[in-house]
């Protein structure tokens, strides 16, 4: 299967090339290491209608045991993870240390196929991503645009189809979610 590579995995597969263009400090009088502050407590399904077109999970798994479950949930699914990109990754190669987060872009050829036979510009939005945070209690949320969000703009009168398959889209990734953040 041809995975397709985002832009932001230059920090996971090239984090030289990222120091390399930054200029270097004129004096370091501390370690190079350094901790950002980890994020609020992880939303709740209660902020939902906050952030219409969201769902949020907040879960009771570490960020390591969601990422785990994420990917067995969508290949159980029937979909697969097309891209990832972590930014707490890529700190960590250059000495940093970040609240864990990954983003894994979730697709299927045959939608893909009717997607595009559909809106071709509404291809810019695939794959689907689905955000995987840590918390500052260490648990993890996730949390994802709902597929009907995502397409809404490119659904028209003479592109209903495209609705049509954000629903089924919808469903799909409701289900993934459940099998992920589920006990």
Not at 119 to 147: F, H, K, N, W
Request: proline share 6%; hydrophobic share 45%; net charge positive.
């Amino acid at each position: 299967m041809l995975k397709c590579v985002m832009a932001a995995t230059m920090l996971l597969i090239a984090p030289g090339i990222a120091a390399a263009q930054t200029p270097a400090p004129a004096a370091q009088t501390s370690t190079p290491v350094s901790t950002l502050a980890a994020p609020a407590k992880p939303a709740l399904p209660s902020d939902l209608p906050k952030r219409r077109g969201w769902s949020i999970i907040a879960t009771k798994h570490s960020y390591a045991e969601l990422n785990k479950r994420l990917e067995e949930a969508v290949k159980k699914n029937k979909m697969a993870i097309v891209n990832s990109a972590s930014a707490s990754d890529g700190a960590k190669a250059q000495g940093f240390t970040l609240p864990g987060n990954r983003v894994a872009g979730v697709f299927r050829n045959d939608f893909a196929r009717r997607m595009l036979a559909t809106s071709i510009a509404a291809g810019i939005e695939a794959p689907i991503r689905i955000y995987v945070t840590e918390g500052a209690d260490g648990m993890a949320t996730l949390s994802y645009r709902t597929p009907s969000a995502v397409f809404a703009t490119y659904v028209t009168r003479r592109k209903k189809e495209l609705g049509v398959i954000a629903r089924e889209l919808d469903a799909i990734f409701a289900q993934i979610a459940i099998d992920a953040a589920g006990s």
